[in-house]
């Protein structure tokens, strides 16, 4: 992968450990150290940084190079700049100074230890209360700004900062006109964002100081009602809609609110600036005067939660320093790393399913964190040689190409996943992002390294065969046998072997026992999920598996047992396309996927669905083909899948016995090897169910489905729609069968229900 040295966009750093080991970090206009990254909007990055000549720790935005480079914006920029820095009030984020490095503008202004209002009305509608507190200290300071001669033109939630000393704080005055447009959402020559804009702004009218009132007024809206008051399909249709239609009531969405708190809404959002209030004190005056005992009862909104805004982060495949047969160490470590992060609060990061496509891509990183959809990217490298362990890791902004941080780990052959936890809260600390670790790491390095190459052998063969890796678990376990990421590799690659009783006890053990050794691991929780969902006892595995998604909601193996249990649920469709999109690899929720569509008559969607897999799932796409009674694409289908294996067999004699071949189908169609895991042996017979009911022995496919049955069968929508099982519904055994899954079906619902 191109761009591996030590520093990016020309920036210099400095070193705050001993040695060479010690993180770099940018230094910008040979003055900022940039010490955080604190969050991305439509102008730039904002960023933590300390004022080296001043010894003080200022927020600092780097304008977006795309943006900076206008020549035209230049000297606007500037004049607006020095304009805001006149607007002197306790509820306005103080702008310092504007300054360039590498061409690229930068502004500083003051640091605000909080979050934006944005992030606070993620959690919904706000108690009346606070919305009016917060409404009256915006009011307070973009009024103070009228008064200095400037008129905000962007006033919107993300521009509204509440710190966590209590104070309201208005920034980023004047900067929506000097930029000519806000970088993430230009329509057409205008200057704002939609959701928020005023008329004349959509327009593009001259505006003045009651654009702003309008802004405030939709987000006063958006404050008492948790929704926008202008909503459509595109910005522009958003922008568009208040030039045609009233300013909608905020009672419509929330009717506790008083009569006048409404009308003062509606006012702030009049069509014409004549009909709006002339001044932000006139609004201000009138909220202090509303108290919450105005409302009605009837209904009050919750209190919010506290929320923040997720930060997109992508951990590229690490490259592998060493040789060839140590690859599994940087696809092991790339992996527990994406596993670290993802449990951090604050942080939203790709899963590895989907970077490990870009290994060994010769492309710059800033290209693959856009393909990712990411704002930030971290990539680094491995090195094993006799006794030693180096990891090198830097975090890269996407958007400006800053380094924001570059460190070099060493330590001994037992401390790689020592070495990939500093990396993980470096990296955590950088993104002001909340990490909570699970605990100490294997101290063997017989361990460690068999950990390892276990967790690389598991995710080579997703939701395949597993027995290279349950191996591996297990020889791990002989030297670290209290370490619960182990155990819970273990159990979880084990556990689709299961087959008897006595392996699934075991299992669940182990796995409950990795749970209490670490009970904030999420693969602890998805092990005794896996261990119970395998073991035939689905509604155990519910609670344990949406436990596992609440610690990490990410987790694969989570997803795929929840898609599986659901049925045809809409839960079951979210569960099941997560687990797709987060492990492209994956091997049955494809064909779960496809299942889903065919049974509700969409046969186009299912083979879309086998035709994106990357997998060859020709029995399963033949199966289906026969649901259509398309017997002669299912025999080509087959004839073109390369090997055998029992549902090829099976299907083949089907369609052999079908054409009235000579096949004893008794002897070959039907036998199902007693060593299949549980929940294999169940996919198998219901199979056998279809073959048998399609050839007219119906006592051999009611037998087959008192079998499946017997399994904990819980797939009501086969039973309800399968086309090949007509000739059985009427039958009393079937009837009686089909209840049975039904209650279990209920249950299942009724204990994921619980669970929320």
């Not at 503008?105 to 959690?123: F, N, P, R």
């Not at 509303?290 to 919010?304: V, W």
């Not at 075991?506 to 073991?535: D, I, M, N, T, Y």
Request: charged share 25%; with cysteine; aromatic share 6%.
């Amino acid at each position: 992968m191109s761009g591996s040295g030590d520093h990016a966009a020309g920036v210099a750093t400095t070193e705050h450990a001993t040695g060479e080991v010690g993180p770099k970090r940018p230094v910008l206009g040979a003055r900022y150290e940039l010490l955080a990254f604190l969050g991305a909007g439509g102008m730039g990055n904002v960023y933590k940084a300390r004022d080296l000549e001043l010894d003080e720790t200022i927020a600092l935005k780097v304008i977006r190079p795309e943006i900076a480079s206008l020549a035209s914006t230049v000297e606007l920029f500037r004049r607006e700049v020095k304009l805001a820095r006149r607007v002197t009030h306790a509820n306005v984020a103080r702008v310092f100074d504007i300054g360039e490095h590498d061409g690229t503008k930068i502004l500083t202004m003051e640091l605000v230890d909080g979050d934006a209002l944005s992030a606070l009305l993620q959690g919904g509608a706000l108690p009346i209360a606070r919305a009016i507190e917060i409404g009256c200290a915006i009011c307070a300071g973009v009024g103070a700004a009228h008064a200095a001669g400037v008129i905000h033109r962007d006033l919107k939630p993300d521009n509204v900062l509440l710190s966590k000393d209590g104070r309201v704080l208005v920034t980023d005055f004047g900067i929506a006109r000097a930029l000519g447009a806000d970088a993430s959402r230009t329509l057409g020559g205008f200057v704002g964002t939609p959701a928020y804009m005023a008329p004349e702004q959509v327009e593009g009218t001259n505006v003045d100081e009651r654009a702003d009132i309008y802004a405030f007024g939709a987000m006063l809206f958006e404050m008492l009602t948790g929704s926008l008051p202008w909503q459509g399909e595109s910005p522009i249709a958003v922008a568009a809609a208040r030039l045609v239609n009233p300013p909608p009531d905020p009672r419509v969405v929330r009717p506790d609110l008083g009569a006048r708190v409404s009308e003062l809404v509606v006012r702030c959002l009049a069509r014409r600036p004549d009909d709006r209030y002339a001044k932000m004190s006139d609004i201000a005056s009138r909220l202090a005067t509303i108290t919450p005992t105005e409302t009605s009862a009837k209904r009050s909104a919750p209190p919010p939660r506290e929320q923040t805004r997720d930060k997109r982060v992508a951990v590229l495949p690490f490259r592998n320093l060493g040789s060839v047969d140590q690859a599994y160490l940087a696809d092991a470590l790339t992996d527990d790393l994406i596993d670290a992060l993802s449990v951090a609060r604050g942080l939203r990061v790709s899963s590895r399913g989907v970077v490990m496509k870009y290994k060994n891509a010769d492309t710059d990183p800033r290209q693959l964190g856009r393909d990712l959809g990411a704002e930030l990217v971290v990539e680094g490298s491995v090195r094993k040689t006799p006794g030693a362990f180096r990891i090198n890791a830097r975090l890269i902004s996407v958007v400006d190409g800053l380094q924001l941080w570059a460190q070099r780990f060493d330590g001994g052959e037992a401390d790689a996943l020592e070495l990939n936890d500093h990396v993980a809260r470096a990296v955590a600390d950088v993104l002001t992002a909340d990490l909570t670790t699970a605990g100490a790491r294997p101290v063997d390095s017989r361990a460690v390294d068999l950990y390892l190459r276990a967790r690389s052998a598991y995710h080579l063969n997703y939701f395949g065969d597993a027995s290279e890796a349950a191996t591996l678990f297990c020889r791990a376990l002989e030297h670290a046998p209290d370490d619960p990421r182990v155990l819970a590799g273990y159990v979880m690659a084990e556990a689709r072997t299961i087959h008897d009783a006595k392996l699934a006890e075991s299992l669940r053990k182990q796995a409950e026992r990795a749970v209490q050794l670490a009970p904030s691991l999420a693969e602890a929780h998805a092990a005794l999920a896996s261990a119970l969902f395998h073991g035939m006892n689905e509604l155990d595995a519910i609670p344990a598996a949406k436990q596992a998604l609440r610690l990490s909601p990410n987790n694969v193996e989570a997803h795929d047992i929840l898609g599986r249990l659901m049925s045809d649920s809409p839960q079951a469709r979210f569960h099941v396309e997560r687990a797709i999109a987060l492990e492209p690899q994956i091997v049955l929720a494809p064909m779960i996927l496809a299942r889903h569509y065919a049974l509700a008559g969409d046969y186009e969607r299912a083979e879309a669905v086998f035709d994106a897999s990357p997998h060859a799932l020709a029995p399963a796409k033949a199966r289906y083909l026969l649901w259509r009674r398309d017997r002669e694409r299912a025999r080509a289908m087959l004839a073109s899948a390369q090997g055998s294996g029992i549902a090829r067999d099976a299907m083949r004699t089907f369609l052999a016995i079908a054409a009235g071949e000579p096949v004893d189908h008794r002897t070959r169609l039907f036998v199902i090897p007693e060593t299949l895991s549980w929940r294999m042996r169940g996919i198998y017979l219901q199979f056998r169910v279809e073959c048998a009911a399609e050839l007219g022995d119906t006592p051999q496919a009611l037998e087959a489905l008192d079998e499946t049955n017997g399994l904990g069968l819980c797939d009501l929508p086969w039973m309800d729609h399968c086309p090949l099982l007509d000739p059985l519904r009427g039958e009393p055994r079937f009837q009686a069968v089909r209840a049975r899954v039904a209650e279990r079906v209920v249950a299942i619902n009724r204990r994921y229900a619980e669970t929320d």
